[in-house]
Nanobody
Framework: QVQLVESGGGLVQPGGSLRLSCAAS????????MGWYRQAPGKQRELVAS??????KYSHSVLGRFTIARDNAKNTVSLQMNSLKPEDTAVYYC???????????WGQGTQVTVSS
C-alpha cells in the first residue's frame, strides 16, 4: 500500500533552518504531484508548497524562504525551510496527488516548532 513518511521536524530558533523529507513507497512516484501542507493549532490545513513534473508553487507566506524539491530516483520530496519564523510553527504533512485522478494520500505529519 502507499505510504508517505515524513522526517526532519523539530525545534529551531527563529531565523534558523530545517529540512523536511518525505519518503514515498507503494506508488509510481513520478505519476504524482507532491506537496507540503501545514496545520497550526486552531487553524485550517494550508498548502505550503507543491511540485509537479515541471513546476513548483509556493504560498505567499513562504515564498523566497522555502524550497521544495523532488528526487524521482529515490521517491522522495523535500522541503528546505530557511529564515524560519514563529508563525511557521505547525504540523507539516506530505501530500501526494495522482495526476488526472482524485486519488490523494497523506503522511502522518511532522512537528515543526520555531521558538527561542
Amino acid at each position: 500500500q502507499v505510504q508517505l513518511v515524513e522526517s526532519g521536524g523539530g525545534l529551531v530558533q527563529p531565523g534558523g533552518s530545517l529540512r523536511l523529507s518525505c519518503a514515498a513507497s507503494g506508488m509510481i512516484f513520478s505519476s504524482y504531484d507532491m506537496g507540503w501542507y501545514r496545520q497550526a493549532p486552531g487553524k485550517q490545513r494550508e498548502l505550503v508548497a507543491s511540485i509537479t513534473s515541471s513546476s513548483t508553487k509556493y504560498s505567499h507566506s513562504v515564498l523566497g524562504r522555502f524550497t521544495i524539491a523532488r528526487d524521482n530516483a529515490k521517491n522522495t520530496v523535500s522541503l528546505q525551510m530557511n529564515s524560519l519564523k514563529p508563525e511557521d510553527t505547525a504540523v507539516y504533512y506530505c501530500n501526494a496527488v495522482r495526476r488526472h485522478t482524485p486519488v490523494v494520500y497523506w503522511g502522518q505529519g511532522t512537528q515543526v516548532t520555531v521558538s527561542s
